[in-house]
């Protein structure tokens, strides 16, 4: 596969060569009083008002609702997010620098999660992967997305890497 195919479905990585680009969609200012949650909120509203199509940062690419189940809380939780490809695999990952992000613990805890693409809502599985699955599946990514690749070199620990396997459309 190569790195075009890779990355198919993300804004044009050619404009974004680099974590911490001032113009990568997670590097954008949002509300610090308000906060990423109410940030997201807008993004999910949009999405959900137009087939799964947004403006601003993520005009162009494509972007899932990743909803999960709280580990601790129990409540559903959703985080857009924009899907990786590896041929038919779609993946996800999280440019968090501190620690993994809430929706990883919550796959961990309960890997069923519903996922809305484009304008199509689907039930699917959660893949935490670890241990040996990690290492080939990262040493893949790592070689074929250079902006998670950046992002690797620049945390002491590695990145997290979840697989979404659609079980049915909803």
Sequence with gaps: MSETEATAGQRDQAEITDFNDPNAPWNQAWDQDAGIADWNDDVIKEFRENSGKVGGAYAGGDLILLTTTGAKSGKRHTTPLGPLFRDDIMYVSSFVEDKYPAWWHNIKANPQVTIEFRDQTY????????????????????????????????????IPLVVLTLDGER
């Excluded at 699917?124 to 690797?152: K, M, R, S």
């Design 123 to 158: 039930s699917a599985t959660g893949t935490v992967l670890e241990g040996a699955d990690y290492d080939e599946f990262a040493a893949w990514a790592l070689a074929h997305n250079p902006l998670l690749a950046d992002f690797q070199s620049k945390i002491d620990r590695p």
